[in-house]
């Protein structure tokens, strides 16, 4: 049904996902200055809401998961990674999640999947991220994300229909937070709207040098 990728590199965290079905971006990736973390499969939002909130606290977020999952009576149908400021990943993939699923974990990132064509989606996911270093980190998730969908994505359809790019970082930008809601081809709609927001953005900022886009301030 989905896949994704959360990743944290030098003080800077964020996830991107495709999948073939509506909206993804508003339930299933989140992000905050502590870590990121998605939820899929059978989504479980408020799991995505918890996690953030409970690792700006000061909890790991494999202890976190952990504990939610332990308290949901269908976590079999869960899917759920997600990696924190300290570099503590999670991937949690439940037994009843449609096959092919599973994940990949790294030290700066996990990747993870379910209803795939295959598992080269989430071999080759991995490869182009780490492929990528040296880049800023939006456009290492979205590389991630290309991969996987070149690689056959979502086995319900040629091309996702939602997908969606969250970044936490310091020195926030316009192109840090975008969705593709619904689209014959989200993958490349994303990376379209992300080259405008990159360009338009570097203008706007240029032209008004005391805005504040942080998303998530302390």
């Known amino acids: 049904m989905t896949f994704s990728i959360c990743a944290s590199v030098d003080g800077r965290h964020g996830a991107a996902i495709a999948t073939n079905a509506v909206a ?47 308290a949901d009576d269908h976590a079999q149908q869960r899917q759920v990674h997600g990696i924190d400021h300290n570099g503590t990943t999670v991937l949690h993939t439940g037994m009843e999640c449609t096959s092919v699923s599973g994940g990949r974990t790294g030290d700066t990132y996990t990747i993870a999947g379910n209803m795939l064509t295959n598992e080269l989606v989430l071999d080759r996911m991995a490869d182009a991220f780490v492929e990528s270093t040296g880049k800023p980190l939006d456009h290492r998730l ?22 969606a790019l969250t970044v936490f970082s310091d020195t926030p930008r316009i192109e840090h937070d975008l969705r593709v809601d619904e689209h014959a081809n989200a993958v490349s709609e994303l990376e379209r709207v992300h080259e405008t927001a990159a360009t338009s953005g570097t203008e706007w900022m240029d032209e008004y040098p005391n805005l504040d886009l942080q998303r998530h301030p302390h």
Do not use: H, W
């Open 24 to 70: 993804v971006g508003s339930t299933a990736p989140f992000v905050n200055r502590y870590g990121t973390v998605c939820t899929q499969a059978m989504t479980k939002t408020p799991i995505g809401v918890q996690t953030i909130r409970r690792i700006g606290g000061g909890e790991a977020i494999d202890e976190v998961v952990s504990a939610l999952l332990n």
């Open 142 to 163: 979205l590389d991630a994300l290309r991969a996987g969908e070149n690689a056959g994505g979502d086995k319900r359809g040629t091309n996702a229909q939602s997908a």
